[in-house]
C-alpha cells in the first residue's frame, strides 16, 4: 500500500467537545433560520420558552442548544470511530474544513429550493447525499454511519414534531410530520462532520 497512513485521533477533550458544540449551535441555528424564513418549519408562537432576540422569525432560545448537542454527539461518535475506516479525502484538510461551510450551504438551500417535497426535492438532496459521499468518502463505514444518524436524527425530530416543540408546514409534513427529504440531510451532515473531525487535534 506504500505509505503508511498516520492513525486519527480518537481523543476526546473539553476543546473537541465545545468546539462541536459551538459550531453546532452556529450551524444548525443558521440552517434552521433558512428553514423557517422560508416556511419549511415553525415553531408555536405560545411556547413556554422565549424566542431569539433581532431575527425576523419566531426561533425559541433553545435552538442553538439543540443543534450544538447534536453536532457535539455526533462529533464525538465519528471521533470515536475514526480508525474503524478510512474515507478517500480523510486526509486532505482544506477539504476537511470546507465540510462545515459545504453543509451550512446545503442546509439554507433545502429551505430556498422548493421542488416539491415527496417529488424532485428529494431527488436533488439525495444526489447532492450520494455524490458527497462519493467524492469525499466511499467507505462501507462511512455510509452505515450516516445512515445509522439519518434514522436517529429522523425519528427524534418525528417525536419533537409530535411532543409539539416545533413543526414543519403542511406541504413540507409528508413522513410521519417531517419532510421526505430529511434523512438525506442528516447523511449529508455524518459526511461532512466525519472528515472535519479527523483534522482536530
Known sequence: ???HRQKASTKITFGFVILCFVLGAIIGTIGDFCHVFTEV????ANG???FLPFLPVLMPVWVPFLFGGALMLMGIVHRLLANTYRPVMGSNPDIAYAMPFLFTMLYG???FINLGTGGLQDVWIAAVAITLWFAVDRSMMGAILALGIAIAGTMFEI???HAGGFYYLP???NLMGVPSWLPWL???ASICISLFVRQLK
Open 159 to 161: 417525536m419533537l414534531v
Open 186 to 188: 442528516y447523511m449529508s
Open 1 to 3: 500500500m506504500g505509505k
Open 41 to 44: 418549519d415553525a415553531y408555536p
Open 48 to 50: 413556554p420558552a422565549p
Open 171 to 173: 406541504e413540507h409534513a
Open 109 to 111: 438551500l433545502t429551505g
